[in-house]
Nanobody, 124 residues
Framework: QVQLVESGGGLVQTGGSLRLSCAVS????????MGWFRQAPGKEREFIGV????????VSADLVPGRFTISRDKGENSLYLQANSLEPEDTAVYYC?????????????????WGPGTQVTVSS
């Protein structure tokens, strides 16, 4: 069973940055894709970015280009999300997700394993 645990969330002022981390319980080479989602109160879970075993990556076209960057460290079994120029609208619980299936997917159903989430709050 793959277990994911996010860290790095917290309170940040508008315009600030955060780097979220996701620790994976087993060798990430067995995971075909890993991604980040977020969910604000009263809203659906929203895709942020995905990266595959072959390092193919994609970030949501709904986000301002360059504000969110996804990366992974296969040696450390970790996934990262660099979030810059944060706005109050970015306040949400941020989730790490993974699947043993390959290829780029941007929907919730494309991921089989989820972390418990980490809260990000951006103050105005």
């Amino acid at each position: 069973q793959v277990q994911l645990v996010e860290s790095g969330g917290g309170l940040v002022q508008t315009g600030g940055s955060l780097r979220l981390s996701c620790a994976v319980s087993e060798g990430s080479f067995t995971l075909g894709r890993m991604g980040w989602f977020r969910q604000a109160p009263g809203k659906e879970r929203e895709f942020i970015g995905v990266i595959t075993q072959s390092d193919e990556s994609a970030v949501s076209a709904d986000l301002v280009p360059g504000r969110f960057t996804i990366s992974r460290d296969k040696g450390e079994n970790s996934l990262y999300l660099q979030a810059n120029s944060l706005e109050p609208e970015d306040t949400a619980v941020y989730y790490c997700a993974a699947s043993q299936r390959g290829g780029v997917r941007t929907n919730v159903g494309g991921f089989d394993y989820w972390g418990p989430g980490t809260q990000v709050t951006v103050s105005s």
